[in-house]
């Protein structure tokens, strides 16, 4: 089974500007959770989508979107992009509540 | 609110020598508590779970963790360390398997002597 898949692997934008990330789950995983890793705030949880229904949120301004499709994959938007959202962006897919999650690789963002 | 410590930001340990790395929580609710590893460059692997029973937990490439309730603590030990285990180690905890969000502590950065 392929495993979680993360595009593209590195970003780069300037202030101002906006950028889709994409996250193609496990093969039969509905649920998609994404997360941002610094180094100053570590890991926290952005949102999670099931069914293409977000269903939990974290505690991010609205900026931070995102959305699931009908085969599961699901995209994450980042508006208006500032610097402090320079940060390794993580999904994980999992095949429903209570089943551990599968990580990808994630995206590096640098915003300049 | 629920939150995770991760006292060690650092700890370097020789290779074969034991390790304890270490985690407390707070949260309010019976926890499902987890810890993954994450090497360079690379995304979080899973490399233990606990939601129930038996306390001491086993997990992948030779890991175990206790969880002590009284203590609030969720340590994970390895009798063995191999210079492949360097890497950054985070415990999370979470209402169930993860999809409704987990928390993270602030990770513990392993350091392998030879």
């Known amino acids: 089974k392929a495993g979680v898949t993360q595009t593209p692997r590195y970003l780069i934008k300037t202030r101002g500007q906006q950028v889709t990330l994409s996250c193609s789950p496990i093969?039969?995983?509905?649920?998609v959770s994404w997360y941002q890793q610094t180094p100053g705030q570590g890991l926290q949880f952005l949102f999670e989508?099931?069914?293409?229904?977000?269903?939990n949120k974290g505690n991010f301004p609205g900026r931070f979107s995102g959305r699931q499709f009908s085969n599961s994959r699901s995209e994450m938007n980042v508006s208006t992009l500032e610097l402090g959202d320079s940060a390794l962006y993580l999904c994980?897919?999992?095949?429903?509540?209570?089943?551990?999650?599968?990580f990808g690789s994630g995206t590096q963002l640098s915003v300049l | 609110a629920q939150s995770v410590t991760q006292p060690d930001i650092h700890i370097t340990v020789s290779e074969g020598a034991s390790l304890e790395l270490r985690c407390n929580y707070s949260?309010?609710?019976?926890?499902?508590l987890f810890w993954y590893v994450q090497s360079p460059g690379q995304g979080l692997q899973l490399l233990l779970k606990y939601f129930s029973g038996d306390t001491l937990v086993q997990g992948i490439k030779g890991f175990e963790a206790e969880f002590k309730r009284s203590q609030s603590s969720f340590n994970l030990r390895k009798p063995s360390v191999h210079w492949s285990d360097a890497a950054e180690y985070f415990c999370?905890?979470?209402?169930?398997?993860?999809?409704?969000?987990?928390?993270f502590g602030k990770g513990t950065h392993l350091i392998i002597q030879p």
């Open positions: 989508y099931f069914s293409e229904t977000q269903r």
């Open positions: 994980a897919s999992s095949g429903s509540a209570g089943e551990k999650l599968f």
């Open positions: 949260y309010g609710a019976t926890p499902y």
């Open positions: 999370a905890v979470g209402a169930a398997g993860g999809a409704d969000g987990l928390t």
């Open positions: 093969s039969g995983h509905r649920s």
